[in-house]
């Protein structure tokens, strides 16, 4: 579809573009199973204010040009399509309507936005659910994706390369994700007969007990680790994971850090399904082989303090010398 372009000499002109899915880079990681489930992708609302502006142009100092599209229901529909299509070429059995599916995929975005200055640089945040055949939500999380490229000023195509590159990023996520995987491949539980009888009144209550001590639940979404010095995201990522390369998936998950210049007591969140080979903060830098900082060495044993000299014998014969 063509360009339309709003031009004025006024600030915050607009920009049209209509969206279609071109990543430049593509999906790397693949799913160690495919659920063999029916899936479809429904609806995937936009919470944002304004959701036809879908970023800006801040080349010009004195012109901020807003880019925008037509339909206000763009960037969600550019969402399902990317999904559905990434996720039929890995295998899996995606559907056209509800009636045929086992599990339904839809979602909300929570940011969709490119800021192009010298290059195009664009941010996706996606609050994603799973639902069975009954519509229960069997599993919800937020994934997050980036994509940067450089291209012609005010260029449809670009744009589209941008934020196409920023779902790519969430769609590896996904796919490396064993608990949202694990949620496609689950069964609806049978209906039992004893669930059908009617309700008994439940027994009078017993005195209420102090509230527990709040801990870490297993099922939280994330770790959490503190960096030290010289820590980057790849060393973080091998230690928690094994695996260098998956400082990627730590990156989408963290977008307000610089993967390779972190600073010293930045808190990065590890997400649960990455922490295979290590689960709790180590005392001690990921990037370095020294002895841990955390370990308090054991003090050596003080030295013996010398005897006192012993006092000298009592004199017995003749005493010489000046009276």
Do not use: C
């Amino acid at each position: 579809m063509w360009i339309t372009v709003l031009l004025s000499a006024a600030y915050g002109a607009d920009h049209n573009i209509s969206l279609e899915y071109k990543p430049n880079t593509k999906v790397k990681r693949s799913p160690a199973t495919v659920p063999g489930h029916k899936i479809f992708f429904g609806e995937f609302r936009d919470q944002r204010a304004n959701p036809r502006q879908v970023g800006e142009n801040l080349e010009d100092k004195e012109k901020r040009v807003i880019v925008v599209v037509s339909d206000p229901h763009g960037a969600g529909h550019l969402v399902r399509a990317a999904l559905s299509k990434e996720f039929g070429s890995k295998g899996f059995s995606v559907v056209g309507g509800p009636g045929l599916a086992d599990k339904i995929i839809e979602g909300t975005l929570v940011k969709f936005w490119t800021v192009e200055t010298n290059r195009y640089n664009s941010q996706t945040q996606l609050r994603l659910d799973v639902r069975d055949k009954s519509g229960g939500v069997v599993f919800s999380r937020t994934y997050s994706g980036s994509g940067k490229n450089f291209g012609r000023s005010l260029s449809e195509t670009n744009y589209n390369e941008s934020i196409s590159d920023s779902l790519t990023m969430i769609v590896d996520a996904l796919f490396t994700d064993s608990e949202f995987l694990r949620a496609l491949s689950e069964k609806a539980p049978p209906v039992r007969m004893e669930d059908k009888k009617p309700p008994v009144a439940p027994p009078a209550p017993s005195p209420p007990s102090p509230p527990p001590v709040k801990t870490a639940e297993p099922g939280e979404e994330y770790l959490f680790h503190r960096v030290f010095a010289g820590e980057t995201m790849a060393t973080i990522a091998k230690y928690y994971s094994g695996n260098a390369n998956n400082w990627k998936i730590l990156a989408s998950h963290n977008l307000d850090k610089e993967p390779f210049k972190l600073r010293a007591d930045e808190v990065i969140k590890i997400p649960r399904s990455l922490a295979i080979v290590n689960k709790d903060q180590p005392g001690f830098s990921t990037a370095s082989s020294r002895e841990p900082a955390g370990r308090v060495k054991k003090p050596a044993a003080p030295a013996a303090t010398p005897a006192a000299p012993a006092p000298p014998p009592p004199v017995t014969g003749p005493a010489f010398g000046p009276k």
